[in-house]
């Protein structure tokens, strides 16, 4: 027999605000310590794309000219090689960029301000600090603002039911749906996030001069936004990803060793689009997430929102959640988006029995079920619950 929870509307939002509330005095501050967890995930996330990098130069020092052994090393080493890069890849992104912009360790006393909100991936250190499809202050905008506190609202840019509707209306069989969303993991990055960034950017350029705001992205340089995008997005990081990486490698072995490294490199980008994909995707996009037709109009409201909005992932050590780029506490997470990755095992067991008072569903299963619900509902399968009203 399933569980009944909670209706929305019989939720007391005043309790629950100060219940959550509360949790602030039972963390305390952030700390040196937490800072030097940052730092840990960080260490971890350089080891494995420098490792992967080894394995790429691994592949090229080994002798081709003795069959099979060519394809064992190619495929066996290079593609571990691209693996581990990707990893790094995405860890750079999840574990270190997505909190810092969030400002999770602007109150540690004395930290650099390279690891600060205002300083992290601003200007030149964009190429040091976070070089990827997506420009950081589109990034920041598009997820900090638009997307975290307008959660399963009209104005929330992440939402994939309604940006998948096109898919879901085409008459086509079921399959190549599938088929479609089974290919847009592996690019999405390049495809999705970096011109829609870029789109939700330009209409907050838009609305502050009281203008009509632009209803999609474009990935052709042949427009205003679409030259935009090229110059300052795709290029950036395509010209030092596919061309100056796989250059550095020409001492070791010429040409040959060049195209060696581009393709392993282009497989790594591969691994990284579908592993950022795996666990940013399904946070919030199955048949048992709510979104909301109204905006939220009270703290606790807001509050509960990101709980029923909201699922986590299977938890554990630091090892465990590196891997999913702490994304697996994205309940926790929304309630206090700039708080450090630290603090999310800690107030875990806090927030589920926050839940347990008041009767609400707390989310929490395996990544790998959860986004196997999330391509149902992308492909029109399932539908998000509505809240209608509300």
Not at 248 to 264: N, Q, T, W
Request: proline letters at 5%.
């Amino acid at each position: 027999m399933a569980e009944t929870y909670t209706d929305y509307k019989d939720v007391d939002q005043k309790q629950l605000q100060k219940d959550i509330d509360a949790i602030k005095k039972t963390i305390g501050a952030t700390t040196e310590e937490d800072f030097q967890h940052l730092l840990k995930l960080e260490r971890w996330g350089r080891a494995s794309t420098l490792s992967g990098f080894a394995f790429i130069l691994l592949v090229i020092y080994l002798d081709y000219s003795a069959y099979p052994l060519h394809w064992i090393a190619f495929w066996g080493i290079g593609i571990m090689g691209s693996f581990l890069i990707g990893v790094g890849n995405v860890s750079r992104w999840s574990n270190v960029t997505h909190p810092i912009l969030h400002g999770a360790y602007d109150k540690v006393p004395n930290i650099p301000k390279r690891y600060t909100k205002d300083g992290f991936a601003s200007g030149n250190r964009r190429w040091i600090d976070w070089l990827d499809w997506i420009k950081p202050d589109a990034w920041a905008f598009e997820h900090n603002i638009m997307h975290h506190y307008h959660l399963g609202e009209a104005d929330d840019p992440d939402n994939v039911e309604k940006n998948l509707e096109w898919l879901h209306e085409a008459k086509i069989p079921t399959w190549a749906k599938y088929a479609f969303v089974y290919i847009f993991a592996f690019t999405w990055k390049l495809t999705y996030y970096a011109p829609n960034t870029l789109r939700i950017l330009e209409n907050k350029a838009r609305a502050s001069k009281k203008e009509e705001p632009t209803l999609k992205y474009e990935l052709t340089p042949f427009t205003k936004n679409g030259l935009e995008l090229w110059k300052s997005y795709i290029l950036p990081y395509g010209l030092f990803q596919f061309i100056f990486l796989p250059l550095l490698f020409f001492p070791f072995g010429g040409m040959e060793a060049v195209l060696s490294a581009f393709v392993l490199i282009l497989i790594a980008e591969a691994f990284a689009n579908l592993h950022s994909f795996l666990v940013i995707v399904p946070n919030h996009s199955a048949e048992d997430i709510y979104q909301f037709s109204t905006p939220h109009k009270t703290q606790g409201e807001y509050y509960l929102r990101q709980i029923m909005g909201s699922v986590n992932y299977n938890t554990g050590t630091d090892l465990i959640d590196f891997g999913q780029g702490f994304l697996n506490y994205q309940i926790e997470h929304h309630l206090f988006p700039n708080m450090p990755h630290s603090f999310y095992q800690k107030m875990q067991p806090i927030v589920k029995d926050i839940c347990k008072k008041h009767n609400l569903e707390y989310r929490q299963e395996s990544v790998f079920k959860r986004v196997l619900m999330t391509v149902d509902l992308m492909v029109g399968k399932t539908k998000l619950r509505t809240i209608e009203g509300i």
